[in-house]
């Protein structure tokens, strides 16, 4: 089986299409009309569409401005996209939806709301304020036919707390918080700060935190001893801001596919990329689970809101004193909660935010309330204790199946690069399957450099021409780029597959690593020129 790629059609990736349909159904069926009848999406988030179901997993990353977003983006795709721009200043200025499309181009905001195919028709709301600082990118390219990512403005720090947006940025980040899949949250080792902005910004992620992945960036630049005292400040300050008793798990890296700097916890930082990686990679195969969950999720706060609706309603005086017992209704809001509690055994956590509850009814008339209505809620009862228990055969079959992402995100390229996986059988896992158009037999671009390669590929000691994967291993560890970057190279390089390199594979992967080294990004396809000459017929016959 080919590593090289996962060519699935996005709909039915991992087969979840069955489950999803399924999900799309019951939410149609025996939620929506409940949403609707206690007007559900005047209090809460509104009501989901085919795309919302239908979409890839997408993943959320956000930080402070400077700490490596886009660079993050670039990284997990291996290649630029367009509008991307890097720097220390505030680049991104706008909310960048990056997804799998061709040709590749920009779609702006207000095209996006009206788009039914994507899942951002809610976002209208927000107005143009918001709408002119969000665009999709649309670029095709193999990692984003499994995942979108949302890419996010810079969070400010306190010396531009002052600076409007124009729009309620942390109600945006809630808004996608709810729906993607994974939120990557990054932080520069380098400068630590917890501003105004990012203390809301949390509040935002507030019960999403299974969603939120921590990230310290950069930590290749800075030595053992200040890593530890910023790691220390950061949890410190994790803890302040969230206050669970649960510690979130914060990930130390430097993501990025240039070379890193040698450092006493080099080893560290891999380990921590390899769990973190994997932990994306994962994101198609649980995209149904997922959803499944926030389906149940919102069942349970829909539940809740119609006992709450109906509980109001039933306390309202027909005709006099309306106006007063509304405010005094919504001053009562806790104890009301608790009644609910005791009478209908709805449990605490399922009920909304009492003091955003209380926010939202001062604008509401209680006369237009409706009071519990049997059959609606038999049939919600129904789904949170039948219909979703029915499909977790279905999604435990899923689990059988196993699919792997492009690049970066493919594990088994970066599994060839653990030390255990040389105790067992070095290399022996990867193949190449060469899919690029009829080679040609132009000049070798490598062959105006080989002699200067032959020369380190000689001084490694060949076996019988070849140099095995362990020796080729430990002479690439020494050019410090990132395992993923290194994994990619081999396997662009061992075109044979045999998991050995001749002179001129070795003078190939080489020259790969000149080329990325010095800012170039590689080719996804190994390209007819690059195929070193005694290996273009071999691999002409296997196209064959």
């Known amino acids: 089986m080919s590593i090289r790629r996962l060519r699935s059609n996005p709909k039915t990736l991992g087969d979840v299409n069955m489950v999803?349909?399924?999900?799309?159904?019951?939410?149609?069926?025996?939620?929506?009309?409940?949403?609707?009848y206690y007007s559900f999406h005047h209090f809460h988030?509104?009501?989901?569409?085919?795309?919302?179901?239908?979409?890839k997993p997408m993943v959320l990353v956000m930080g402070q401005y400077s700490t490596g977003k886009t660079t993050f983006i670039r990284y997990l795709i291996e290649q630029d996209f367009p509008g991307s721009r890097v720097g220390p200043e505030p680049t991104t200025d706008c909310f960048t939806a990056i997804m799998y499309g061709e040709p590749e181009g920009i779609i702006?905001?207000?095209?996006?709301?009206?788009?039914?195919?994507?899942?951002?028709?809610?976002?209208?709301?927000?107005?143009?304020?918001?709408?002119?600082?969000?665009?999709?990118?649309?670029?095709?390219?193999?990692?984003?036919?499994?995942?979108?990512?949302?890419?996010?403005?810079?969070?400010?720090?306190?010396?531009?707390?002052?600076?409007?947006r124009g729009y309620d940025f942390p109600a945006v980040l809630r808004w996608f918080a709810e729906r993607v899949d994974r939120i990557i949250l990054l932080f520069d080792a380098h400068k630590l700060e917890f501003s105004d902005e990012l203390t809301r910004a949390f509040g935002a992620l507030c019960g999403y935190e299974d969603k939120l992945r921590i990230v310290l960036n950069k930590a290749d630049r800075v030595d053992s001893q200040q890593l530890m005292r910023v790691y220390g400040a950061l949890m410190w300050s994790l803890g302040k801001v969230f206050r669970t008793p649960e510690i979130l798990r914060v990930y130390i890296g430097s993501f990025w596919s240039e070379p890193r700097q040698m450092?006493?916890?080099?080893?560290?930082?891999?380990?921590?990329?390899?769990?973190?990686?994997?932990?994306?990679?994962?994101?198609?195969?649980?995209?149904?689970?997922?959803?499944?969950?926030d389906l149940v999720k919102r069942a349970r706060l829909v539940r809740a809101h119609a006992h709450i609706i109906s509980y109001l309603k039933q306390e309202m005086p027909t005709i006099f004193c309306k106006e007063s017992k509304k405010h005094n209704l919504i001053y009562q809001l806790p104890v009301i909660y608790a009644k609910?509690?005791?009478?209908?055994?709805?449990?605490?956590?399922?009920?909304?935010?009492?003091?955003?509850?209380?926010?939202?009814?001062?604008?509401?008339?209680?006369s237009k309330f409706k009071t519990l209505k049997p059959s609606l809620m038999a049939s919600l009862d129904k789904l949170l204790t039948s219909d979703i228990a029915n499909l977790v055969p279905l999604l435990q079959q899923q689990e059988l199946r196993k699919k792997s992402l492009h690049g970066v995100l493919d594990g088994d390229f970066l599994g060839t690069f653990r030390p255990e996986h040389f105790k067992r059988d070095p290399f022996?896992?990867?193949?190449?399957?060469?899919?690029?158009?009829?080679?040609?037999?132009?000049?070798?671009?490598v062959e105006k450099f080989k002699p200067k390669y032959d020369e380190i590929f000689y001084n490694l000691?060949?076996?019988?021409?070849?140099l095995s994967g362990t020796k080729v291993r430990e002479w690439m560890m020494t050019t410090l780029l990132p395992n993923s970057v290194l994994a990619h190279i081999w396997r662009l390089s061992d075109v044979d597959g045999d998991g050995m390199l001749d002179n001129e594979e070795f003078a190939l992967a080489v020259h790969l690593i000149e080329g990325k080294l010095e800012g170039h990004w590689l080719p996804r396809e190994l390209p007819s020129h690059l195929v070193p000459p005694s290996k273009r017929l071999?691999?002409?016959?296997d196209e064959e």
Not at 20 to 36: A, C, D, G, S, V
Not at 266 to 287: G, K, M, S, T
Not at 347 to 356: I, L, N, R
Not at 461 to 466: C, D, M, T
Request: proline fraction near 7%.
């Open 340 to 366: 609910i509690q005791q009478q209908h055994r709805v449990p605490a956590g399922d009920f909304p935010d009492c003091t955003k509850m209380q926010e939202k009814l001062l604008g509401q008339d209680f």
């Open 45 to 55: 988030s509104p009501s989901y569409e085919d795309a919302d179901f239908d979409n």
């Open 108 to 164: 702006p905001g207000n095209a996006l709301t009206v788009d039914p195919k994507k899942p951002f028709r809610n976002l209208d709301p927000f107005g143009n304020a918001f709408l002119n600082r969000f665009q999709c990118v649309q670029t095709p390219n193999k990692v984003l036919e499994s995942i979108s990512i949302i890419d996010t403005p810079g969070i400010l720090t306190a010396a531009k707390r002052k600076l409007s």
């Open 428 to 445: 022996k896992e990867l193949r190449i399957d060469d899919q690029s158009s009829e080679a040609d037999f132009d000049e070798w671009a």
């Open 461 to 466: 000691s060949p076996n019988e021409g070849k």
């Open 538 to 541: 071999s691999t002409a016959s």
């Open 20 to 36: 999803t349909e399924e999900l799309k159904n019951l939410y149609y069926k025996r939620l929506l009309p409940i949403e609707k």
């Open 263 to 293: 450092c006493d916890h080099y080893q560290l930082i891999e380990l921590e990329e390899e769990d973190l990686l994997a932990d994306i990679r994962n994101l198609p195969r649980n995209a149904a689970v997922r959803k499944l969950n």
